[in-house]
Nanobody, 118 residues
Framework: QVQLVESGGGSVQAGGSLRLSCTAS????????MGWHRQTPGNRRTFVASIHNGGDTNYATAVKGRFTVSRDQRTVFLEMNNLKSEDTAVYYC??????????????WGQGTQVTVSS
């Protein structure tokens, strides 16, 4: 059974930093991407950052220059610096794999709350 277990969320004041971690287990297929989305109440989940198996990274405009995504085997990290109140959200990690037939499939973590107070 595939599991993505997140940790590192919490409360911080504006300007502070947090580091999120997410470890994937039970995967038998090759990982294509790992990354993070976030969601606020009443809104849909939106992209934050991703890292390709080859190391290429991609960021949402709102976090570029403040957040850094990295990966160590089956763990993905999100280093968040200079946090702003608008970064308050539930953060979800994901891993996208390639199935045997070549089609992609995405697994999601359970989410971790990040609260930034001004």
């Amino acid at each position: 059974q595939v599991q993505l277990v997140e940790s590192g969320g919490g409360s911080v004041q504006a300007g502070g930093s947090l580091r999120l971690s997410c470890t994937a287990s039970g995967l038998s297929s090759r990982i294509n991407y790992m990354g993070w989305h976030r969601q606020t109440p009443g809104n849909r989940r939106t992209f934050v950052a991703s890292i390709h198996n080859g190391g290429d990274t991609n960021y949402a405009t709102a976090v570029k220059g403040r957040f850094t995504v990295s990966r160590d085997q089956r763990t993905v990290f999100l280093e968040m610096n200079n946090l702003k109140s608008e970064d308050t959200a539930v953060y979800y990690c994901y891993t996208s794999i390639l199935q045997q037939d070549g089609s992609p499939f995405t697994y999601w973590g359970q989410g971790t709350q990040v609260t930034v107070s001004s």
